[in-house]
C-alpha cells in the first residue's frame, strides 16, 4: 500500500484515507446487491456475466475492508487525531466485524443453488449491517467533503492515494 510509505497522518489526512475508503466500500455492497437483484429466484450459472460481476464486487467489499485493516495497523500509535481519535483506534475491530458479516453472506451465496428471495433479502440485510457499522466514518468523511472548496490539500492528497491503494487488486 502506497499509503503507508507516509510516516504519520493528521486529522485532514486520515479523513482524506476514511473518506475513500467509506465511499469505495458504498459502492462495492450496492454494485454487489445490484446484481443479486437482478438473479433474484434465478439458478446459479444462468446469468454468467452477472455472476462474475457479483463476485467482482462482494469480493472487491472484502479487498476494502482488508486494506481499511491494514492502513490502520500500520498507523496505531503513529495519530493523535483529536476528536477522530476513537474513530481510528475502534477501526481495525469494526473491519474484522464487517469481514465476519461479509464472510457469512457470501457463505449464503455460495451454497445455495439458486440465488433465492430470502438469500438476496438477507445480503441486502448484511449490506445493510456493514454500512450501519461504519456510519460514523461516513458522517466524519460527510462532513469533511462539505467544506468543498475549502477542503484541505492534504485530505485530497491522502483521499487520491487511499483510492489508488485500493483499487489495486
Not at 126 to 132: G, K
Not at 138 to 147: E, G, S
Request: charged share 25%; aromatic share 10%; with cysteine.
Amino acid at each position: 500500500m502506497q499509503i503507508t510509505r507516509f510516516l504519520s497522518l493528521n486529522e485532514n489526512q486520515f479523513l482524506g484515507c476514511v473518506s475513500a475508503f467509506a465511499d469505495t466500500l458504498a459502492g462495492e455492497l450496492n454494485s454487489a446487491l445490484a446484481f443479486l437483484r437482478r438473479m433474484e429466484n434465478r439458478r446459479k450459472g444462468s446469468a454468467f456475466a452477472f455472476e462474475m460481476q457479483l463476485d467482482k464486487h462482494r469480493y472487491g467489499a472484502m479487498i476494502v475492508l482488508e486494506r481499511w485493516a491494514d492502513f490502520t495497523r500500520a498507523f496505531a500509535g503513529h495519530v493523535e487525531l483529536g476528536t477522530h481519535q476513537p474513530l481510528f483506534d475502534e477501526a481495525a475491530e469494526r473491519a474484522r466485524q464487517a469481514q465476519r458479516i461479509l464472510e457469512q453472506a457470501n457463505g449464503l451465496v455460495d451454497s445455495g443453488d439458486s440465488y433465492s428471495s430470502e438469500v438476496v433479502e438477507a445480503c441486502a440485510m448484511a449490506y445493510r449491517t456493514i454500512e450501519f457499522t461504519f456510519q460514523q466514518e461516513r458522517k466524519a468523511a460527510d462532513q469533511a467533503v462539505a467544506l468543498g472548496p475549502m477542503l484541505a490539500e492534504e485530505f485530497k492528497e491522502y483521499r487520491r492515494v487511499f483510492l489508488a491503494d485500493l483499487s489495486e487488486r
